[in-house]
């Protein structure tokens, strides 16, 4: 995966001018283009668009401070609409404008980047792979911050939200495992992995009864395949590492690929939280698999 990921990265470099194929790249990889973005934003902390932007706009402060392209010229080769929109962007990323980088003879780069793969400690990870049918997630949603490490406390306040009574008729819905509260994360936006931006969160419970579920939020899930990771530990420490270990060493060196659906997870033995279970259920396809 890490192999194809590399000569993906040369094919962006080599079409940086003149349009980037994403038919290619699904080409290149064997994987879906969803899962190719989403991989190589939990790879690089940045999303692909961030990061052919950001390579823009490095080769094009060369082109004005080496090649003595005018400002007009550079802002059409390298795909902007107008001046203004690439004078914008180039401002926001240098801290000053493209008319200015001769005068003040500064150079700010964004080298191309390449992909490793480190196997840290060789620490073995519990996960089994399930199909399921579909399935509906109800409960009670909120849009939250992301946040990596420590508790959210957007989260901590949802929860507090829902009343006894609505905890008893969601529990009421429940009739498949885990019978019990889940998280649920999905609309995630672009920044994610630079921990920026915000997702949809909701708790609730997995149901496959017919409903119209009074006042709560309904996620339908299709038939998929589950990757569901399993962890021991002090909570959330544990269960966040096991989340980056599945990105950054399972999914690269798996013979999956990551398909759109929410992503699950529960705990169970909070009482004690320097023992607590936890499951992460990731949806997924064999790699070059059509759904």
């Not at 290619?24 to 064997?30: A, D, H, P, Y």
């Not at 934003?41 to 999303?47: T, V």
């Not at 240098?94 to 992909?115: D, H, Q, R, T, Y």
């Not at 996960?127 to 109800?138: A, L, N, Q, S, T």
């Amino acid at each position: 995966m890490l192999k194809s990921m590399n000569e993906v990265l040369d094919y962006i470099e080599s079409h940086m001018n003149d349009g980037i194929d994403y038919n290619e790249l699904e080409r290149i990889t064997g994987t879906s283009v969803y899962h190719f973005r989403r991989m190589f934003s939990f790879l690089s902390g940045m999303s692909l668009g961030e990061y052919i932007r950001h390579r823009k706009l490095s080769n094009a402060t060369f082109d004005l401070l080496h090649e003595g392209i005018s400002v007009t010229d550079t802002a059409f080769k390298y795909g902007y609409e107008s001046v203004d929109g690439f004078s914008r962007a180039f401002r926001e990323w240098s801290g000053i404008s493209p008319s200015e980088v001769k005068k003040k003879n500064m150079l700010k780069a964004f080298p191309k980047l390449s992909f490793q793969l480190t196997i840290k400690g060789g620490i073995s990870m519990d996960y089994r792979i399930e199909k399921k049918d579909p399935f509906k997630i109800v409960g009670v949603k909120k849009r939250v911050p992301i946040q990596f490490e420590g508790e959210n406390q957007e989260i901590i306040k949802l929860a507090k939200i829902i009343t006894p009574e609505q905890r008893k008729k969601l529990h009421s819905y429940a009739n498949m495992e885990p019978n019990q509260v889940v998280n649920v994360s999905y609309n995630f936006d672009d920044d994610r992995m630079e921990e920026k931006g915000s997702l949809e969160h909701m708790i609730g419970f997995l149901t496959t009864r017919e409903s119209d579920f009074a006042d709560f939020d309904v996620v339908e899930v299709p038939t998929l395949t589950w990757a569901i990771f399993s962890a021991e530990g002090a909570f959330p420490k544990v269960m966040q590492e096991t989340w980056g270990k599945i990105v950054s060493e399972w999914l690269p060196s798996s013979d999956y690929e990551l398909v759109e659906a929410p992503e699950i997870s529960f705990m169970e033995g909070l009482s004690d939280r320097n023992n607590v279970h936890s499951e992460i259920w990731i949806a997924v396809k064999k790699k070059g698999k059509i759904l």
